[in-house]
């Protein structure tokens, strides 16, 4: 048995790899080998130009604007969703009374957990189909009926929520509607991952710090978080690859996929809009290309950076 467990995983494990190879390491190679062409993406003629379209990437305007927007959703969508999953989490596990059970969350935190996990379910489109008809620039949209029943806007002159491109902070107002979509959707699932980690903390420990007389507050800070460490960074990881792509909302939610007046342009629509409105799918493939090695340097970066040893209880 010991000679044959070589052919044994072998055999075993020979057709998945052989899938993946096909099916996503090919693709990506076949990608990283257009990018150094011109192809239109619609004719089998191409012609070997190079780094040309990555040179191209560092003087794109479009480029550059998409650059910044995804950084903003880079530091502000892990952020958010993250304060307030540990939030939530916290508040569920071990924001209640203590008891003679000891330490409890709040009441019904298993009812909470469902209703603010339950976004999760949904399709990222089901769900931008859903915030389309509340952010609607009319007067059937819920946000601007609200509005225009109690007084606060003129039926005739509504907000334009993913229409108006005016800044705050510098941002676009559109890009900060679609990160509270973007919190929102994706909240209840960290805090359910929270929420297991917290469990696997021995209550001891929280009511050690209680009666050493710390608060809720340095309980949380000084408790909590650094035994959640491993699981945040995981978390923020995820996260981030999120925060890279936002298609799906820019897609469907705003103008011309990427407006007003590019307003709302990340990586992912230029990529398609290279690709299949100026049919420049060479082009398209090099922002991918460097997406993609952008992605794994960010994620290795942050796992390297909040590795430590693990605390064993």
Same mark, same amino acid.
């Given at each position: ?43 089998? !003629? ?19 604007? =998409? @650059? ?7 530091? $502000?969508?892990?952020?958010? $969703?993250?304060?307030?999953? &540990? ?39 089901? +769900? ?13 949209? &819920?946000?601007?009926?609200? #509005?225009?029943? +109690? ?19 510098? +941002? ?6 679609? *990160?509270?979509? =973007? ?40 408790? $909590?978080?650094?035994? #959640?460490?491993?699981?945040? !960074? ?14 799906? &909302? ?16 990340? @990586?992912?629509?230029? +990529?398609?809009?290279?690709? @299949? ?10 922002? =991918?290309? =460097? #997406?993609?090695?952008?992605?794994? #340097?960010?994620?290795?970066?942050? *796992?390297?950076? $909040? ?7």
């Amino acid at each position: 048995m010991r000679h044959g467990v070589a052919r044994f995983v072998t055999g075993f494990l020979a057709l998945p790899v052989a899938l993946y190879l096909f099916y996503v390491v090919w693709p990506f190679a076949q990608a990283a080998g257009y990018s150094l062409t011109d192809w239109g993406g619609y004719s089998d !003629s191409q012609r070997f130009v190079g780094l040309d379209n990555y040179v191209r990437l560092f003087s794109d305007e479009l480029i550059r604007k =998409a @650059f910044w927007h995804n950084v903003f959703f880079l530091v $502000t969508v892990p952020l958010f $969703t993250i304060a307030l999953a &540990l939030f939530l989490a916290f508040l569920l596990n071990v924001g209640g009374r203590e008891d003679r059970a000891g330490i409890r969350g709040v009441f019904g935190s298993g009812l909470y957990k469902v209703v603010f996990f339950f976004p999760q379910v949904l399709s990222l489109v089901v +769900i931008a189909v859903m915030w389309q008809q509340i952010y609607r620039s009319d007067n059937q949209g &819920l946000i601007n009926g609200l #509005l225009i029943k +109690i007084g606060l806007v003129d039926p005739q002159n509504p907000i334009a929520f993913t229409a108006d491109p005016e800044p705050f902070l510098g +941002i676009p107002a559109v890009l900060w509607w679609l *990160l509270l979509i =973007a919190v929102w959707s994706g909240a209840g699932f960290y805090m359910v991952l929270f929420s297991a980690a917290m469990q696997s903390i021995p209550k001891d420990i929280y009511e050690a710090a209680i009666l050493d007389g710390a608060g809720r507050f340095h309980t949380f800070f000084k408790v $909590t978080l650094p035994l #959640l460490r491993d699981s945040i !960074s995981v978390a923020w990881v995820y996260l981030g690859f999120i925060a890279l792509d936002m298609y799906a &909302l820019v897609f469907v939610m705003t103008p011309s996929q990427g407006g007003p007046n590019h307003a709302s342009e990340i @990586f992912a629509s230029v +990529i398609q809009f290279n690709a @299949f409105q100026k049919g420049q799918f060479g082009y398209a493939c090099a922002i =991918a290309v =460097a #997406l993609a090695i952008f992605t794994i #340097l960010l994620a290795a970066l942050q *796992l390297r950076i $909040t590795r430590r040893d693990r605390i064993e209880f």
